[in-house]
Nanobody, 124 residues
Framework: QVQLVASGGGLVQAGGSLRLSCAASGGTFSRHAMGWFRQAPGQEREFVAAITLNGGNTAYANSMKGRFTISRENAKNTVYLQMNNLKPEDTAVYYC?????????????????WGQGTQVTVSS
């Protein structure tokens, strides 16, 4: 059983940056692919980014490419999401997720474990 705790959200102006963190416990972090998803009010949860076991491969939603960067530190059991040039449409609750296996999974239903989410609000 893997427990995930996401943090780092907040209020930022358009064009600003935030770095989200997701700390894992209770399992072998280095054996889990990790992903970030987000959900805005009234919308379905959508894929943001994913990373394989050792960080060698990553995947991004098209609208995040070039602005967001996913990374991980297995020694710290933590995955990060660096978000730059934020836009008001990036406003959402951001969730981290874990899935055993070495692949950059992009679908929410593929993930087994979820964090509680952290709110990101981008003002115009």
């Amino acid at each position: 059983q893997v427990q995930l705790v996401a943090s780092g959200g907040g209020l930022v102006q358009a064009g600003g940056s935030l770095r989200l963190s997701c700390a894992a416990s209770g399992g072998t972090f280095s054996r889990h692919a990790m992903g970030w998803f987000r959900q805005a009010p009234g919308q379905e949860r959508e894929f943001v980014a994913a990373i394989t076991l050792n960080g060698g491969n990553t995947a991004y939603a098209n609208s995040m490419k070039g602005r967001f960067t996913i990374s991980r530190e297995n020694a710290k059991n933590t995955v990060y999401l660096q978000m730059n040039n934020l836009k008001p449409e990036d406003t959402a609750v951001y969730y981290c997720a874990a899935k055993a296996g070495d692949y950059a999974f992009t679908r929410a239903r593929q993930y087994d474990y979820w964090g509680q989410g952290t709110q990101v609000t981008v003002s115009s």
